[in-house]
């Protein structure tokens, strides 16, 4: 078995090696990740520029890009003699919970390996302490897949709270909630005088209800989420149809 492991927090980050070690006896593991933090970078690819990778490890690869430039090489170019049987993303430094996940850079480099065919999943620690509870959590999901392959060619984003093991309350299948709109932002000005501006925090929850993934971490469950890549309006689609015929 091969494991293709990416993520936004770059490739030195404590998740990503939390999750290496945690499956290496289980499968042989490419960790192909950024060169340095892209969070945030959501889906964005590298077009004006060539991606530059250094192989800094045996079967570790920094790139110069974000982490869909990053799967992207992986299996169009690394591995593309020898597909991977799973693409892994994170573990994340930090939450990825409700409309965050348009935004997120660990949640995008496993929907590239679900573009591509690959089963993805996509890791994140609600929090930066307890990676070990993360790691654990990925290695009964990897090994429940490979005695029971997940029974959906879905996406999976999965948020594991941040207590000991022994605190989690269990796992709960989720919906997506949603955030209000961030809060304003921050202007500052810089040594030379001129203004700039940080984005400010995430605003708080909105639809946090029973059955959302917020709900579900708050409530100290893994939350499991899975995501559909079609953004298409399908209930939408007559209402729109009549809209020009009406035109017309």
């Known amino acids: 078995m091969k494991i293709l492991l990416s993520n936004d927090d770059g490739v030195h980050a404590q998740g990503i090696h939390a999750l290496a070690d945690v499956l290496r006896d289980l499968a042989e593991i ?24 250094q192989e800094i490890e045996p079967n570790t690869y920094s790139v110069q890009g974000t982490p869909t430039d990053c799967v992207h090489f992986a299996l169009n170019e690394l591995l593309k003699d ?20 348009l935004y997120s850079g660990t949640v995008a480099a496993a929907m590239e ?26 290695r009964q999901i990897v090994e429940q897949h490979l005695s029971n392959p997940i029974p959906t060619n879905r996406l999976l984003n999965i948020n594991i709270p941040d207590v000991a093991l ?9 919906r997506l909630g949603a955030r209000h709109h961030a809060e304003p932002m921050i ?36 939350s499991i989420t899975p995501l559909q890549v079609d953004l298409t ?11 020009l015929g009406e035109k017309s």
């Open 233 to 243: 309006a399908h209930e939408s689609l007559r209402a729109m149809d009549d809209w």
């Open 187 to 222: 202007k500052q000005q810089d040594p030379r005088g001129h203004d700039i501006f940080w984005l400010g925090p995430p605003g708080k929850e909105q639809d946090a209800g029973q059955g959302t993934d917020f709900y579900a971490t708050e409530n100290r469950y893994v």
């Open 113 to 138: 390996g679900h573009f591509l065919g690959v089963q993805s999943i996509a890791f994140s620690l609600v929090g930066k302490k307890h990676f070990e509870t993360a790691a654990t959590i990925v």
């Open 30 to 53: 490419v960790i192909v990740a950024p060169d340095r933090n892209r969070s945030g970078a959501s889906n964005s690819l590298t077009l004006e520029q060539p991606l530059r990778v």
């Open 166 to 174: 022994s605190d989690l309350a269990g796992t709960q299948v989720t």
């Open 82 to 101: 020898d597909m991977p049987d799973l693409v892994l993303s994170g573990i994340n430094h930090g939450a990825n919970l409700g409309d965050d996940v």
